[in-house]
């Protein structure tokens, strides 16, 4: 068996042909979806994601505008950045790029993004609302796996499902959504002892740890649906995942690239979020309930 790939960068394309067209419904209103993003510090990879965060917007037609400053910035100016952009209404979405440089209380910062504009999904409110499955918006990773579950038509509801990685934006999430579609649903990390054991019983499986190679096909059930979110520079430059993905695609009947796989379905479902917000703003709800947007996924980015 080869598994079939998820191609995370395809399908985000087909979410931007449909975001486009519920733009132009919301220029139609007098509104541009706005999306700000807050950077602080020069980390090399934070520039790179905010510069595909931009593209993004630029692709699926919406406004940007990018909040830059020295990694010695007073923390006082990061929140009256942020305080102004909460009040604006042309702003819908706020991100702020991680990580922040260590002088800064990051947990103070992100939790002063208004509620309604934290696209991210970080926010304790949206995070805390997600156990009942009526948060404002759900974090961007997790919900671009489930769009991608979606769109492949794999089901879930009844399946056993694994997920290694315990983060607050990632795992834990990732996790909640997967309950509230019905999976039965095992947490795990990268301490956990026989973790090949666990592994190997799910049928989907969504790794998420931050360590490369951390599972390999011998850990992998037959046929099982693997998603991979790791994100790794190896010494050499090459990207890779928290999954080797050779041994892996042997036994998986879906699994998903690193490169190409989650990374553009996070940024898709951003400006999802963010359409979604402007959405708000003006009383155009394409979508019916809190509750359907994170039970049925699909709907809720609009694919």
Not at 107 to 115: D, F, G, H, N, W
Not at 138 to 163: F, K, Q, S, Y
Not at 248 to 262: C, D, L, N, Q, Y
Request: charged fraction near 20%.
């Amino acid at each position: 068996m080869t598994a079939r790939v998820l191609d995370g960068a395809a399908i985000a394309r087909q979410v931007y042909s449909l975001l486009r067209q519920r733009v132009a419904a919301l220029d139609r209103h007098g509104v541009r979806p706005g999306l700000a993003a807050v950077q602080v510090g020069d980390n090399p990879a934070s520039r790179i994601y905010v510069r595909n965060k931009v593209r993004a917007c630029t692709e699926a037609g919406l406004y940007s505008e990018v909040h830059s400053f020295d990694a010695d910035c007073p923390e006082s100016v990061v929140l009256a950045t942020l305080d102004k952009l909460n009040r604006n209404p042309c702003i819908h979405g706020i991100i702020v790029q991680l990580p922040l440089p260590r002088s800064l209380d990051a947990t103070r910062i992100l939790q002063s993004i208004a509620v309604d504009k934290d696209v991210d999904g970080f926010n304790w409110r949206n995070l805390g609302a997600l156990v009942d499955a009526h948060p404002t918006f759900v974090p961007c990773t997790p919900l671009g796996v489930m769009t991608m579950l979606d769109h492949a038509g794999i089901p879930v509801e009844g399946r056993n499902a694994v997920v290694v990685g315990r983060s607050g934006i990632i795992g834990k999430p990732m996790a909640l959504l997967l309950i509230a579609r019905g999976a039965t649903v095992t947490v795990c990390n990268s301490k956990t002892a026989d973790l090949g054991g666990f592994t190997a019983r799910a049928d989907i499986l969504v790794v998420a740890t931050g360590k490369a190679g951390l599972v390999d096909g011998t850990m992998v059930k037959p046929g099982a649906v693997v998603i991979d979110v790791g994100i790794n520079r190896l010494p050499g430059g090459r990207l890779t995942g928290d999954v080797e993905y050779r041994s892996a695609r042997e036994k998986a009947s879906w699994i998903t690239p690193v490169p190409g796989g989650v990374g553009p379905m996070t940024v898709a479902m951003l400006i999802a979020n963010t359409v979604v917000a402007a959405e708000r703003s003006v009383a155009v709800y394409p979508l019916a309930t809190a509750n359907q947007r994170v039970c049925r996924t699909r709907n809720f980015a609009g694919s």
